[in-house]
């Protein structure tokens, strides 16, 4: 078993250890009443004393991701042992469930994960998988980027010879607010290394995820 350092895993991962000291605490619980407030809510039933507080607990909680995961990159060798390696065999895992925060309305979007990787010389746990996405998507952001970010750690823990990641997600800004369109689904994907050169990876890929041929174009 191996892993890559703390000076890798820091700088791969721009830990920033959070605190919310009680004075500022009580400090955004004040702002956020009177958002709250001045948004239509009455602040003084005995239901909504206590939201403020609760709220900033929440979104604490919800963002945990810039905490980091001290149990996340840890390695295995590759268990092929073909002189040539094995450049076809994929290890996908999905659908992996996230929940996350958009940075441009702070409203949730939600869905599901899938990443597949054609090991080289070292594998990854799976359950090192949904922790990677938890990573990322317990954050602010957007989805493509979380993509790029979990392929980007990926790469540089296990140094594959491909990487993909599919991401198909509901985003509450776009329901909630502006054309509020109806249970839209937005998808991405990010290919690397064998990936972005064998289309028939990539179908074989999406085929697992339950993408049907028409969607794919």
Not at 3 to 10: P, S
Not at 31 to 55: H, L, N
Not at 165 to 193: D, F, K, N, Q, S
Request: hydrophobic letters at 35%.
């Amino acid at each position: 078993m191996s892993t890559i350092n703390t000076n890798e895993y820091e700088a791969a991962m721009d830990l920033k250890p959070r605190t919310i000291t009680d004075e500022q605490a009580s400090i955004f619980e004040g702002y956020v009443s009177q958002i709250f407030a001045a948004m239509g809510m009455d602040m003084d039933t005995q239901s909504t004393k206590e939201t403020p507080k609760r709220f900033i607990k929440a979104l604490f909680e919800a963002t945990d991701g810039y905490d980091g995961d001290p149990n996340l990159i840890k390695t295995f060798e590759a268990e092929c042992h073909a002189p040539s390696g094995c450049p076809l065999s994929q290890i996908i895992q999905g659908p992996i469930p996230f929940h996350s925060l958009c940075e441009h309305h702070v409203l949730p979007f939600y869905g599901n994960v899938y990443i597949g990787y054609i090991a080289k010389s070292n594998i990854i746990g799976l359950s090192k998988l949904t922790r990677l996405v938890n990573l990322f998507s317990r954050r602010f952001g957007v989805q493509e980027r979380i993509g790029v970010q979990i392929a980007d750690l990926l790469e540089e823990s296990t140094h594959p010879e491909g990487i993909a990641v599919y991401i198909e997600a509901h985003h509450m800004c776009m329901e909630m607010r502006g054309v509020r369109e109806r249970e839209p689904l937005t998808r991405t994907t990010v290919w690397r290394g064998s990936y972005a050169h064998d289309p028939s990876l990539r179908a074989e890929f999406l085929t697992f995820c339950g993408v049907q041929s028409h969607e794919r174009g």
